[in-house]
């Protein structure tokens, strides 16, 4: 029996493993040199990624509120690639801050409160799941201790997040009134399309919404963003997002696959919205730390079109493409967090010449930025062109024939977003510059991190074994 | 040993070889890089041979035929089941001979460069680009899937781009290097749509299931091919001439044949290994690989006949006016490039019908050794005399003797006097022509002996005419300039002799090609005839040739100047092609589009600044869109969009 609940919940037992080593390092008396400590955490998490990969099963727990199975694992896994990647990015940052072990308490529980959510069987397990990702995450925010906007994003970051979530347990209590269960198999029985269900199931999308920064729920997204320091940014513009569209494509499919086209009519306006605003958005940005985030709402609103395709094709897709995604933004991110670390120029026009000084980390933020605009042959291409096929693919909603609108409608975003991206391709290599960007030194960490990602990048798109590879486990 | 276990090996070494010495070789091993690259090459040419001695001795030859192989096939992209992308390894007997000439042709040009480019500011690079080509073009040869032919074809129009523009400090280098890259890529454009329409048709992209459907008359690929049609030609003859057009861009067909000659800017080793015995049969290539379905379809064999034939003759005319060794030598590449596409153009599948088809391969294989020879004869002239002009040369025979026999040799051969290699490939096309189309064996006749007397033309220009004494410039030609001459020499020799029909014929069976005494008598006495002309005119200083030129009059002067077609191009383009479509499209773009796009950024700053106001950063704000976007959503989802 104990051994039952050591192997299925093998991922979540490592994390607060780890979680206890930090708590012991913290209470510690010894003085521990940054540095030191920060290549321990990362050999731990690298420790975790690797046993990650092993002894995978299926099966569940708690009276069928745990569940889980290959796919689920490796949901988890790209997680915990991403964290790794963040935590080492986040190196040069963290080198002087006081606090370490605290900062990587909060950031494994929101982990460990994301692995809760993906593997939950049951709307009460999810809530949970969801809250304890939010909820330190909040904390995480506000890690610029001595900074006021740092503070003041946190504090509306808990805010917002505070009155989506009750919007969604009204959602959640809803559907428990009219079907009488929480349990997804029973749900998915349960639900007929009622309007309160609808209305119900509107409140509840709103709630995955606002976590994924869908339009009109993101608005929170631009001062916390701009607020959080870099590491926790790019955490939440990738790593909870691409937790929360794992639960969001998993509990579509199986929970409310009797209302399909309620949701497919939701998510071609949330897609249609959430692509165009967001490229608006980006489109004006001067600064590369906003701009990456804006443009991470787009990329949302495609990874949306992929789930209205209703297929495990769609459903291989989205995970395909957030692996990408991972790599990419994380790319892009790193470069960016180091470059203003180190000499606190963050704006487009600093970059302007950034080719001169900097040649290998401009090929890194390059290669980043046309896998996130979608050029082959980057794996970014090979994503978006699964995500579109999947949502192309849907006949039976459409009655038959492919979805030309909404196709339509991203391809043009497409080519708003080359614009966007190419125009800082354009000012890292051909821009003139009386000043630019003197050399930015990169230690051992954040180097590890650009290899990881600029390799992920290259090889998922030419492997086709990693797209064959997550539908097998899909199918 | 499996084919598996090794053959992927031939083209992955020169990869290897690319990666290696372009990363590191300028900075880590420059002197060599040169060395590193032949022994890459050395091992990757070895395993060519073994393969080849497997494949034509041991294993491949089963029931009559000879087996189309596919020891490795990885699937890259599948687009739905039956269609995908693959990268795969065929081994047939095309494509063993393409992969022995290719190997051995790199090696003996690596070997050549050694001396030729020694002391090159970009040594290495040099050679991360023939290690890139020589991939390249391995994995064009092998190609089991018609997309995967189309991927390196571009690859090695992408290595041949690098190197024609190698000397990239010369605007000439620059622009030959881009009319070349513009030239086949618009013919490409022709193949790649030609791809699709058979690919659509066929429902494939695997050469051998795609052959199979489209040369099944029965089956409903077929039909549908055949029965479609636009513009009253069938989709068939479209896609096929569509391909062909490809074929022609990279072979340099008349009238695509512009490019080669400017191509010539390049190092001279590097025509010799691209612009002569590899690059540019691929068009060819194409055209056997394809061969069965080109075979049903007698449009489109009928163009490739005429186009072959025309092109022949006219690159002929050219070479005997031009004045530059190396010109000379790519017109007359142009012409041999004829004689095997119009041989494939009067073959018929199988059979006694199939002539053509063994003589155009077999011209292919010989044509690479002397062709390749011939070309690095003339880089070690230029080595010697530091000029291409033929004016600057003459009497070298005493001074560089090696090379003096070896281009004589490969002159001799090209003439097709016997025993030389060429004699034998000539007189099998030559066969052929005369068994199915009468014109064409005329112009072939009469083109061989033109090609006589320009080589001979060429051969007393540069080592007999005046006793000049030529300085050496201090440079003598190294053993590594002088082996590859004469390896090249020898098979010059010798390969006319292999009984080619045995080993490859269009349907795999053996074909016995006995050879024809009297048939060969007239061929030869025009190739005496020319070079006798040749001789009369240019062994010693005389004004004959002066007044032979004056004599023909406006002619020379057209041939002397490539007929006018650069001009032709100048004026398409920039009259009429800018004119009538720039012109009109640019006051489009300007007003119309750019206007639009204008408009589109006018109004979307206004959308953004409208945006700007939503984005208050007040939560209480932000609460309220939230709740109205919940309650706006329920509704449409309710009541309006169900």
Request: proline fraction near 3%.
């Given at each position: ?74 949901e988890k896994n790209i997680l915990n690639l991403g964290t790794l990647i963040v935590s080492l990015q986040s190196f040069h940052w963290l080198k002087d801050h006081k606090h370490i072990p605290e900062f990587y308490m909060l950031l494994l529980s929101t982990l460990l409160g994301m692995f809760f959510m993906i593997s939950s069987n049951n709307l009460l397990m999810f809530y949970l799941g969801l809250e304890l990702s939010t909820i330190p995450l909040a904390a995480l925010a506000n890690f610029d201790l001595e900074k006021k906007i740092s503070s003041e994003a946190a504090m509306k970051f808990i805010l917002s997040s505070a009155f989506s979530s009750g919007l969604l347990l009204f959602g959640i209590s809803m559907i428990y009134g009219t079907t009488g269960t929480l349990n997804y198999h ?290 | ?642």
């Amino acid at each position: 029996m104990w051994s039952d609940y050591l192997h299925l919940m093998k991922m979540e037992m490592t994390l607060i493993v780890i979680l206890f080593i930090l708590l012991f390092l913290k209470l510690g008396k010894k003085e521990w040199d940054a540095g030191k400590l920060l290549h321990f955490i990362n050999i731990l998490l690298v420790i975790n990624l690797i046993f990650g990969f092993f002894y995978n099963t299926e099966g569940s727990l708690f009276g069928n509120m745990f569940r889980t199975n290959h796919l689920l694992a490796l949901e988890k896994n790209i997680l915990n690639l991403g964290t790794l990647i963040v935590s080492l990015q986040s190196f040069h940052w963290l080198k002087d801050h006081k606090h370490i072990p605290e900062f990587y308490m909060l950031l494994l529980s929101t982990l460990l409160g994301m692995f809760f959510m993906i593997s939950s069987n049951n709307l009460l397990m999810f809530y949970l799941g969801l809250e304890l990702s939010t909820i330190p995450l909040a904390a995480l925010a506000n890690f610029d201790l001595e900074k006021k906007i740092s503070s003041e994003a946190a504090m509306k970051f808990i805010l917002s997040s505070a009155f989506s979530s009750g919007l969604l347990l009204f959602g959640i209590s809803m559907i428990y009134g009219t079907t009488g269960t929480l349990n997804y198999h029973e749900l998915s029985q349960q639900l007929t399309g009622s309007p309160l269900q609808i209305l119900s199931f509107v409140m509840f999308a709103a709630g995955f919404g606002f976590k994924f920064s869908a339009i009109p729920f993101h608005l929170w997204t631009a001062d916390v963003y701009e607020g959080s320091p870099v590491a926790v940014a790019s955490y939440l513009s990738v790593i909870s997002k691409g937790a929360i569209l794992f639960v969001f494509v998993s509990v579509l499919y199986q929970v409310f696959e009797n209302m399909t086209t309620v949701w497919y009519n939701l998510l071609f306006l949330l897609s249609v919205f959430t692509m165009t605003i967001g490229n608006l958005f980006a489109l004006r940005q001067q600064n590369m730390k906003r701009f990456l985030a804006f443009s991470s709402i787009a990329q949302v609103g495609f990874i949306l079109i992929g789930i209205t395709g209703q297929s495990s094709e769609g459903s291989a897709a989205v995970i395909y493409f957030i692996l990408i995604y991972v790599f990419s933004n994380l790319g892009a991110f790193g470069v960016v967090s180091l470059v203003s670390a180190a000499t606190g120029r963050e704006t487009v026009n600093d970059y302007k010449g950034f080719y001169k000084n900097n040649k290998t980390l401009t090929w890194v933020l390059a290669i980043s930025l046309f896998s996130l605009a979608g050029i082959p042959p980057t794996a970014g291409f090979f994503g978006k062109f699964f995500l579109l096929l999947a949502g192309a693919g849907t006949t039976h909603t459409t009655g038959g024939h492919a979805n030309y609108i909404l196709i339509t409608i991203a391809v043009l975003n497409l080519i708003i977003s080359l614009y966007y991206y190419l125009r800082i391709i354009r000012a890292m290599f051909m821009d003139n510059n009386n000043n630019p960007i003197e050399k930015v030194k990169a230690t051992l960490s954040p180097n590890i991190s650009f290899v990881i990602c600029i390799v992920g990048i290259i090889v998922t798109g030419f492997a086709s074994g990693a797209y064959d590879f997550i539908y097998s486990l899909v199918k | 040993m499996n084919y598996a276990d090794y053959i992927a090996w031939i083209p992955l070494l020169p990869l290897a070889g690319f990666v290696l010495l372009g990363l590191f070789g300028k900075r880590f091993f420059k002197q060599y890089s040169g060395i590193i690259g032949v022994f890459i090459l050395l091992v990757s040419a070895a395993l060519a041979f073994y393969t080849a001695y497997i494949y034509f001795f041991i294993n491949g030859y089963e029931d009559g035929v000879y087996q189309k192989l596919i020891p490795i096939k990885y699937v890259w992209l599948q687009f739905y089941s039956g269609t995908s992308i693959d990268m795969g390894i065929l081994l047939d007997p095309i494509s063993v001979m393409m992969m022995v000439i290719v190997t051995f042709v790199s090696l003996m040009v690596h070997i050549f460069s050694l001396g030729y480019m020694k002391g090159e500011e970009r040594f290495s690079t040099y050679y991360a680009f023939l290690s890139l080509f020589t991939f390249s073009m391995l994995g064009l040869v092998v190609a089991s899937n018609i997309f995967q032919i189309y991927f390196f074809w571009e690859l090695v129009g992408i290595s041949s781009y690098l190197l024609i523009g190698f000397y990239y400090d010369r605007p000439s280098a620059v622009s030959a290097a881009k009319k070349a890259f513009i030239v086949t890529r618009f013919a490409d454009l022709g193949f790649l749509i030609g791809i699709i329409i058979l690919a659509f048709e066929g429902g494939t992209l695997d050469f051998n299931t795609l052959i199979h459907r489209l040369t099944d008359l029965q089956s409903p690929e077929y039909i549908a091919i055949t029965t479609a049609s636009f513009l009253g030609i069938s989709v068939m003859t479209w896609a096929l001439t569509l391909v062909f057009m490809g074929g022609a861009g990279k072979s340099a067909m008349f009238p695509l044949h512009i490019w080669l000659p400017d191509a010539m800017e390049g190092p001279t080793p590097v025509s010799a290994l691209i612009h002569a015995a590899t690059m540019v049969v691929a068009g060819v290539f194409l055209v056997a690989r394809l061969f069965p379905v080109f075979s049903i379809n007698g449009a489109s064999l009928l163009i490739v006949t005429w186009v072959g034939s025309v092109s022949a003759l006219f690159a002929a005319i050219i070479a005997c006016t031009q004045t530059d060794i190396k010109r000379v030598l790519a017109y007359s590449t142009v012409s041999q490039i004829g004689y095997m596409i119009f041989a494939l153009g009067v073959a018929r599948y199988g059979g006694e019908a199939g002539a053509g088809y063994t003589a155009s391969m077999f011209h292919l294989f010989t044509h690479a050794f002397f062709k390749s020879l011939l070309f690095l004869g003339a880089g070690a002239v230029i080595h010697i005399v530091h000029s291409n002009e033929m004016k600057d040369m003459g009497g070298l025979r005493k001074l560089i003797p090696v090379t003096h026999i070896t281009f004589l040799i490969a002159c001799l051969a090209i003439a097709g006097v016997p025993p030389f290699a060429g004699f034998f490939s000539k007189e099998e096309v030559l066969l052929a022509a005369y068994n199915s189309n009468k014109a064409v064996y005329g112009i072939a006749l009469f083109t061989s002996g033109l090609t006589a007397f320009y080589m001979f033309r060429l051969y007393f220009s540069i080592f007999w005419r005046k006793e000049q004494e030529h300085e050496t410039h201090g440079h003598k030609l190294s053993l590594s300039m002088k082996l590859p001459l004469i390896i090249l020499a020898a098979g010059t020799l010798l390969v006319g002799f292999i009984p080619f029909g045995k080993f490859v014929s269009s349907d795999g069976r053996t074909l016995e090609s006995p050879f024809h005494f009297e048939f060969s008598i007239a061929p030869v006495l025009f190739a005496l005839a020319g070079i006798s002309l040749a001789t009369w005119i240019y062994k010693k200083e005389s004004g004959r040739s002066q007044k032979l030129a004056a004599a023909l009059g406006g002619f020379y002067r057209a041939a002397y100047k490539k007929f006018y077609m650069d001009e032709v191009y100048m004026f398409v383009t920039k009259k009429i092609i800018f004119n009538l479509v720039g012109k009109p499209a640019a006051w489009i773009d300007k007003y119309i589009v750019d206007g639009t796009m204008n408009g589109i950024a006018f109004s979307t700053a206004k959308v953004s600044g409208w945006i700007k106001g939503i984005q208050s950063g007040k939560v209480q704000n932000y609460a309220l869109y939230f709740f109205v976007g919940i309650i706006v959503l329920s509704i449409v989802i309710l009541y309006l969009w169900k």
